[in-house]
């Protein structure tokens, strides 16, 4: 194991500025958290009407990249789709560190982060929080698990232990159940209209299932384009059709709730749409970025759906991009605020990010790709010492 | 055991506030929160207008989100069907915010009662300010209860959350929540649904009555009758 680690502790002078580079940002997310702990929430833009804002959007918005681990692993372990095999401890790597987000953006939004512990002390059966506390664990685990053991297999040439698999073919319902929880913390709501939805859980697994290896192709391309290891063509084509797949669903899954609201017309359901793609009562702040995340979504579309877009790799990195931005806009910022919009009492209270707060944000996303990064230097030096 | 719940009668009720200000001083209630707030609705345009106005307080629902969402059974039932909240436990999620429907939950974003350790005067060098108060008396003044630590933090810190207990410190004593001993008009009537001599059950089986927000199942106890 320590052998394994010690590859963390070598690299290029540009692993280095790179890792420096993300201390940094994680020192200045640091300093303002700080400063949030000393002040509390209220150097934050959250209110009494928006009391979950960026932090939970992220938080949500990770918990998808993580759960889409499994869009690797299942392939490769179930169907055995051996371009995967390259590139399934990337995807179980990516799941670790998104996990780890999740659990720093639940931090940080917390009144009293020193009594997380209570979550456990007090367990709460009926709460969803306290499920998705039991989930987030549970599936860190098993990825840090699987991907150390099969890496380490690997590097000494020999098949990973009989256990590994078990593990694996638990891991791949365990990744769906981390997002449904995630989706029934909003489903589950009397009087949030927005949420109140079954097609939420659904929605929330395409958009994962997109956005997630979206970002594991841009991965790959880094990964080949800054070491010796190529992940491999058919693996990225291969990661390239379920973003395509995934993306046309996550679009669709949206203009069903469209049509369920603007046809029927319950106020209560059309408000928040109102307020995210046109604004209600004058406010709209979100208005420009949901229509810059429509803007983003049809580009990501008409780049994968053609099929020379779709294969050319330059091409396919823009595709990928677009998803993955325009899938942070509208699950990382616009489903969480337009759930509070209208109030309890029908008002409209907006809630914009403070800078300190997209700071702690930003250092947290450091957190999560210096775990990455250094995951990822093991992982591909093992794979160049072995020569694949 | 009691099913405490209480009643408004909308007839009586003159709109006059009372039960809003004395809630605050009993409770310690921080400045931005109301535990006992109101509900304004204005219909018509002049010269045909009405202006309604209706006192709320939280619900104490049989059937509590705010409980069921709670992942530390900080917010929980107790054995008088009051929701009440452990300040303890509380690791201030705010999901019973989000989960609550009525808008009663209040979070202590910053250390609360600014105004308590506000060092500006309302004239400077005449009047004495809140600061200098407080150093001359060594008390956090002016308007604390202590009353009210009895069954609950006194002032709730930074960092969690706090709602309305139907002022459980003074039903345990055998009086009545301050809301309805401080209203003028004899509007708030307080009681136990269990018991059917009570005043409640009396109005709730005189009078047509509603609660807020029934269609979401929440069986809210505050009950309003009467209505304009």
């Excluded at chain 1, 429509?294 to 790799?313: I, M, S």
Aim: charged content about 15%; aromatic content about 12%.
């Amino acid at each position: 194991m320590l052998t394994m680690l010690e590859k963390a502790f070598t690299g290029s002078r540009r692993y280095w500025a790179w890792l420096l580079l993300l201390l940094i940002l994680t020192g200045a997310g640091l300093i303002c958290y700080l400063w949030q702990l000393d002040r509390g929430l209220s150097i934050t833009g959250l209110s009494r009407d928006v009391s979950w804002g960026l932090y939970i959007g992220q938080f949500t918005f990770l918990v998808g990249v993580a759960a889409s681990a499994v869009m690797v692993v299942l392939p490769y372990y179930l169907h055995n789709i051996k371009e995967f095999g390259r590139i399934a401890i990337f995807g179980e790597f990516l799941a670790v560190a998104a996990v780890v987000m999740c659990v720093l953006f639940i931090l940080v939004d917390l009144g009293k982060p020193s009594r997380l512990l209570n979550i456990v002390l007090y367990p709460s059966p009926n709460s969803l929080m306290f499920w998705d506390m039991v989930a987030l664990s549970g599936y860190l685990l098993l990825n840090l698990v699987i991907g150390w053991n099969v890496l380490e297999s690997e590097r000494n040439a020999v098949p990973p232990p009989r256990w590994v698999r078990p593990l694996v073919y638990i891991s791949i319902p365990w990744a769906i159940s981390i997002h449904t929880v995630t989706a029934f913390l909003y489903a589950g709501l009397p009087d949030k209209h927005y949420w109140f939805t079954a097609i939420t859980a659904a929605r929330f697994l395409a958009s994962a299932f997109a956005s997630g290896p979206a970002l594991l192709i841009l991965l790959c391309l880094l990964v080949r384009r800054f070491t010796r290891f190529d992940p491999g063509r058919g693996a990225l084509q291969k990661l390239a059709t379920i973003v395509t797949y995934a993306m046309i669903v996550n679009v669709l899954f949206l203009g069903f709730e469209l049509f369920t609201a603007l046809y029927s017309r319950v106020p209560g359901h059309v408000h928040s749409f109102e307020y995210l793609f046109l604004g209600l009562e004058g406010h709209g702040r979100l208005v420009p970025l949901m229509w810059t995340f429509v803007a983003l979504a049809v580009v990501a579309l008409v780049l994968l759906l053609n099929p020379r877009t779709r294969a050319g790799e330059t091409t396919l990195a823009a595709a990928c991009l677009a998803v993955f931005l325009s899938i942070w806009i509208e699950k990382g910022l616009g489903f969480v605020v337009a759930g509070f919009i209208p109030n309890a009492f029908g008002h409209v209270s907006e809630y914009w990010p403070t800078l300190p707060e997209a700071l702690i944000s930003l250092g947290v996303w450091s957190i999560g790709f210096l775990i990455l990064t250094v995951f990822y230097k093991i992982a591909v030096t093992v794979k160049e010492e072995v020569g694949q | 055991m009691a099913n405490y719940a209480m009643v408004i009668d909308l007839h009586k009720c003159v709109g006059c506030g009372a039960c809003g200000i004395t809630c605050k001083n009993e409770n310690n209630v921080p400045e931005g929160f109301f535990w006992a707030n109101f509900l304004h609705k204005t219909t018509g345009k002049f010269p045909n207008v009405r202006y309604e106005i209706l006192p709320t307080l939280c619900n104490h629902c049989e059937n509590a989100p705010c409980v069921k969402a709670c992942p530390t059974q900080a917010m929980y039932k107790d054995e008088n069907g009051l929701t009440l909240h452990d300040p303890d436990k509380c690791i201030g999620c705010k999901r019973c915010i989000v989960a609550d429907p009525y808008g009663v939950i209040y979070f202590n974003k910053e250390k609360p009662h600014r105004f308590w350790r506000d060092g500006t005067s309302a004239i400077e060098g005449i009047t004495t300010n809140a600061q200098e108060v407080t150093a001359k008396t060594g008390t956090e003044v002016p308007y604390y209860n202590p009353d009210r630590e009895k069954t609950y933090a006194g002032i709730r810190p930074k960092g969690i959350v706090e709602k309305c207990t139907l002022c459980d410190h003074r039903i345990r004593d055998g009086e009545k929540p301050y809301c309805v001993e401080s209203c003028p008009a004899g509007a708030r009537v307080f009681g136990d649904l269990d018991d059917p001599g009570s005043e409640v059950n009396r109005l709730l089986s005189k009078y047509d009555h509603f609660q807020l927000k029934p269609e979401l199942g929440t069986k809210p106890k505050v009950f309003y009758t009467r209505e304009f």
